[in-house]
């Protein structure tokens, strides 16, 4: 089936006096794959399909959508959500948006091996990364969890502005946690990579990356209460930054729900700090040529320097606020109209590595994993959660950490950044969230 030509079709048929239509097709597949014991739990693949249609009549919309393309099903989709637009609020900012040039630029979000990689090859691989942590140490004694995913999607827009476009993207990532055992001491540690193909991840590396956070971390303890240094690891970081992100959007703005209100051209941050949205980043894992509606994905400087100096915006929060969307309008399948989300967002990289802002600390926290981030508020700025690591004296780990909280508001965290690691790692949620190591200072530790 062409698929450019059916959600042209789909235009076509629902396109009448004075509504806009636009046609979102969904195509892809998906490999799951869970091994423990070097035994396989679980081997999936599913392919889907979908189709999402959205009208717009007089500043009123309704969405429907199918994964039965029938002609049947189509008719019954289109008239679903014409008869949804005509009891929704009329809101005169929402209208699509006019089509704009695209770039034929590779993002490198593609790669056609995947495709010829076996079943075979895919359970081999995951099985490597449990060998590996197991290998690691004796006290590593078992897996909780260890996962392969892959997929492979393709993507297909056409709206009755003149839009038309597609894309294809691939991923596949591995992820394991294992358990370390001392005798009555337990610590737990876990492995990921994700990337557009096989090629971008390493089994041995996943599986020892777990092992040793877990062996490292056996005999933590909380220390006494204080103000010190944090060092946050990478994955600790996007946690922070994901809920700072929520903070940087246009609608978060307009709803004055986000703790950076105001503030626009003002000085936020130390002048370590730039974050980015780059919807266009090579390889990326949010990256795509042109948003899911139908805007070309941009790079967006919104902290430069410690300056606030922008936010994010799709159609209609760009269209209120008499501005240029910056392409970030994103779907999490055809079953939803699009909404605003970050895409690539991370702290732009600082010279140094992680062993220089450990070695730079003299008394403080390396921060590996935190717990509990769902309390983390974008809109009051309250920032506070448990955290495990390892306890930094004269530049040097000394021991391992466990049941402290971290806190202080997120205002602050920006402001108390002291420096920034060159070791930029994305984790795939939330748009895409990626940091390096980061240092900051004045981080409120509650203990013992």
Do not use: C
């Not at 006494?224 to 060092?231: F, R």
């Not at 809920?243 to 959007?249: G, H, N, P, W």
């Not at 070695?359 to 955290?387: C, F, R």
Request: negative net charge; hydrophobic residues 40%.
């Amino acid at each position: 089936m062409n698929y450019t030509e059916l959600a042209q079709r789909v235009v076509n048929q629902a396109t009448n006096d004075g509504v806009e239509v636009e046609a979102y097709i969904a195509v892809g597949s998906e490999t799951n794959i869970q091994v423990r014991g070097g035994a396989v739990e679980k081997f999936s693949y599913a392919g889907s399909k979908g189709l999402g249609v959205r009208v717009i009549k007089a500043g009123q919309m309704g969405y429907a959508y199918t994964s039965d393309f029938s002609d049947e099903s189509i008719a019954k989709t289109i008239a679903t959500a014409l008869t949804l637009s005509e009891v929704a609020d009329a809101d005169e900012h929402r209208r699509l948006p006019d089509p704009k040039p695209l770039s034929d630029e590779d993002l490198a979000i593609y790669d056609s091996s995947l495709l010829a990689v076996d079943a075979e090859t895919k359970v081999a691989f995951q099985k490597a990364v449990e060998a590996a942590a197991l290998a690691y140490d004796d006290r590593v004694q078992v897996s909780i969890m260890n996962s392969y995913i892959d997929g492979i999607s393709e993507v297909y827009l056409a709206n009755s502005k003149g839009f038309q476009g597609s894309y294809n993207s691939t991923f596949a990532g591995a992820y394991i946690m294992v358990m370390a055992v001392d005798e009555s001491d337990r610590a737990t540690g876990f492995g990921l990579q994700i990337g557009r193909s096989l090629n971008d991840i390493d089994a041995a590396t996943v599986g020892r990356q777990a092992a040793e956070q877990a062996v490292n971390l056996l005999g933590g303890k909380p220390v006494p209460t204080q103000t010190a240094t944090v060092v946050y690891h990478p994955v600790a970081a996007t946690a922070l930054l994901g809920a700072i992100s929520q903070a940087l959007t246009a609608e978060a703005m307009q709803r004055n729900r986000s703790f950076l209100q105001g503030k626009l051209g003002q000085t936020v941050a130390s002048d370590v700090v730039t974050l980015l949205d780059n919807g266009r980043l090579p390889g990326g894992l949010a990256t795509r040529p042109f948003d899911d509606e139908g805007n070309p994905t941009s790079a967006t400087r919104l902290i430069d320097e410690g300056v606030f100096q922008a936010v994010i915006y799709d159609a209609y929060t760009a269209d209120r606020d008499g501005t240029n969307s910056t392409g970030n309008a994103t779907r999490g399948s055809h079953r939803a109209a699009p909404s605003l989300a970050p895409s690539n967002f991370y702290i732009q990289p600082g010279p140094d590595d992680a062993d220089a802002l450990i070695a730079g600390v003299e008394k403080g926290l390396y921060v590996i994993n935190t717990m509990n981030t769902h309390s983390i508020n974008p809109v009051s700025g309250d920032y506070s959660v448990s955290a495990q690591g390892f306890w930094i004296e004269n530049g040097k780990l000394t021991h391992p950490v466990n049941n402290v909280t971290i806190a202080l508001p997120l205002g602050q965290i920006l402001q108390n950044v002291r420096a920034v690691g060159n070791d930029l790692t994305f984790l795939p949620f939330g748009g895409a969230i990626g940091s390096p190591t980061i240092r900051v200072d004045n981080v409120v530790i509650g203990g013992v």
